[in-house]
C-alpha cells in the first residue's frame, strides 16, 4: 500500500466515523445561501488538508469536532472572503434513507433546533458538543475553556434549553 | 426531559439520513481543488509582483535617464517604495495563512480576531504607507520636471516637455482626487467590512472564555 493509499483509506475512516457528527453540527450552523451540505462538504475538505498535522494529543473525533465547530463558526460569522455556495463534489451525496420516522419524533426534533438556535453562539457550539456525547473534559479540549467552566456553562444553557422545549412537549 | 432523551433525540436527526462518501472520488476532487485555488494565488502574486518589477524598471530608467535632479530623487523613492509594497504584501499573506481549523474553538478565535485586526490596521494606515509616499513622490516627479534644453537632454520627451505650470497643477490636483478616493476606501473597508467581524469575533470569544458572567 502506497503512501497516499494509506492517507486515503485513514481519510475514509475518519469520514465514515464521523459523518452523522459533522452533517448533524453543519446543519445547526448553516445559514442561507448556505446549506448544511455546503458546511459538510468544506468540513471534509479542511480534515483532509489538516489531517497530517493531527498529533494525536486529543482523541481523533474531538479533533474532528473542533474543525467541524471552526468551519461551521467562521461561515456563520462570515469570516470568510467567499461565503457563497460552494460547487457540490459529485462524490458526497446525501439521501433520505426512510420516511418511516414518527411525526411526533420529527416535531421534537424541530423544537430542539429551534431552541438550540435561539440560543447564543457560544453556547449553541457547547451544547452541540454535549449533545454528541462528548465528556466535559472534551468539550474543554474542543473548545479552549476549562473543565469546570464547561460544567458552569452546561448548567446555564440546560436550563435554558429546558426552559425553552418543556412548554413546547407539554 | 432527560439528558438522555435529548442526545437521543439530537442521535436520530441525521438517523434517517444516508450520506454516501466515495473518498477515492472525493480525494481527487479535493486535489483539483487545492491545484485551482494554488493556481489563482500564483497568478495573484506573480501579478502583484509583476506590476511593482514593471514599475521598478520604469523608475530605474528614468532615473537613469532624465537629468532634472527633483524628478531623479523622486524616481530613487518610487523604486524604494516598490519594494517596500512586496515586502508588506508578502508580509501580509504570512499573517492570513497562519489561521488553523484544527486549533481549540477560543483559540482560534483569537487568532482569527488578531489576523483581522493587523488588516483592518493596515487598511486604516494604508494613507501613511500606500497613499502618501506615492503621492509625494508624484508631487516631486512632476515638479522636477524641467526643460531639456537647459540641461543639454537629447530625448524623445522634447516634444512633450518643458510642461507648464498650470498643467503640473492640473496633473496634481488629479493625482490628488485618486489618492485621497483611495485613502477612502481603504477606511471604508476597514469600518464597513473589518470592524464588524472583530467585533462579532471579540462577542463571541468573550462570551465563550468569560466565566464570570455565569457566576
Redesign the interface.
Known amino acids: 500500500m502506497t503512501n497516499k493509499q494509506q492517507d486515503?483509506a485513514y481519510?475514509?475512516q475518519v469520514?465514515?466515523d464521523n459523518?452523522?457528527s459533522i452533517?448533524?453540527i453543519c446543519?445547526m450552523y448553516a445559514v442561507a445561501p448556505l446549506e448544511p451540505e455546503d458546511l459538510?462538504q468544506d468540513v471534509?475538505?479542511?480534515i483532509?488538508?489538516?489531517l497530517n498535522?493531527?498529533q494525536g494529543k486529543s482523541a481523533l473525533s474531538t479533533?474532528v469536532y473542533?474543525?467541524t465547530?471552526?468551519?461551521c463558526?467562521?461561515a456563520k460569522?462570515?469570516?470568510e472572503k467567499t461565503n457563497n455556495r460552494t460547487t457540490p463534489?459529485?462524490?458526497?451525496?446525501?439521501?433520505?434513507?426512510?420516511?418511516?420516522?414518527e411525526v411526533v419524533?420529527n416535531e421534537?426534533?424541530e423544537f430542539?433546533?429551534h431552541c438550540i438556535a435561539a440560543l447564543?453562539?457560544?453556547?449553541k457550539?457547547i451544547i452541540v458538543l454535549?449533545?454528541?456525547?462528548l465528556s466535559y473534559r472534551d468539550i474543554a479540549?474542543?473548545?479552549?475553556?476549562s473543565e469546570?467552566?464547561v460544567a458552569?456553562?452546561m448548567k446555564?444553557i440546560?436550563k435554558k434549553?429546558?426552559g425553552c422545549?418543556?412548554p413546547k412537549?407539554t | 426531559m432527560e439528558d438522555n432523551e435529548l442526545k437521543q433525540l439530537w442521535s436520530q436527526s441525521t438517523s434517517n439520513v444516508e450520506i454516501k462518501v466515495d473518498v477515492t472520488t472525493l480525494v481527487v476532487e479535493f486535489e483539483t481543488k487545492i491545484t485551482k485555488m494554488g493556481q489563482v494565488i500564483k497568478t495573484r502574486d506573480t501579478r502583484e509582483y509583476a506590476a511593482s518589477l514593471f514599475g521598478m524598471v520604469v523608475f530605474a530608467y528614468f532615473l537613469i535617464e532624465i537629468p532634472f535632479p527633483l524628478t531623479k530623487i523622486a524616481s530613487g523613492l518610487a523604486i524604494i517604495w516598490f519594494g517596500y509594497v512586496v515586502f508588506k504584501i508578502n508580509k501580509t499573506k504570512k499573517l492570513s495563512s497562519r489561521v488553523g481549523a484544527e486549533l481549540p474553538v477560543l483559540a482560534q478565535l483569537q487568532l482569527e480576531k488578531s489576523a483581522l485586526l493587523e488588516q483592518k490596521n493596515l487598511l486604516k494606515t494604508a494613507a501613511f504607507w500606500y497613499v502618501i509616499p506615492p503621492f509625494l513622490m508624484n508631487l516631486l516627479w512632476i515638479t522636477g520636471l524641467g526643460s531639456p534644453v537647459d540641461y543639454q537632454w537629447e530625448t524623445w520627451a522634447s516634444a512633450y516637455l518643458p510642461i507648464s505650470t498650470n498643467t503640473k497643477l492640473f496633473c496634481v490636483l488629479g493625482l490628488a482626487v485618486f489618492y485621497g478616493f483611495t485613502i477612502w476606501i481603504n477606511l471604508y473597508a476597514a469600518k464597513h467590512k473589518f470592524e464588524p467581524l472583530i467585533k462579532k469575533t471579540e462577542i463571541l470569544e468573550a462570551h465563550l472564555g468569560s466565566i464570570e458572567q455565569e457566576k
Do not use: Y
Not at chain 1, 454535549?130 to 456525547?133: A, G, H, N, R, V
Open positions: 486515503t481519510f475514509q469520514v465514515e459523518k452523522h452533517l448533524r446543519t459538510f471534509l475538505f479542511q483532509w488538508q489538516s498535522k493531527f479533533w473542533r474543525i465547530l471552526n468551519v463558526m467562521k460569522l462570515k469570516l463534489f459529485d462524490s458526497i451525496s446525501f439521501m433520505q434513507a426512510s420516511e418511516t420516522n419524533e421534537k426534533l430542539l433546533k447564543e453562539e457560544s453556547d457550539s454535549f449533545l454528541e456525547d479540549q474542543t473548545t479552549g475553556i469546570n467552566h458552569v456553562k446555564r440546560r434549553l429546558l422545549i418543556t412537549l
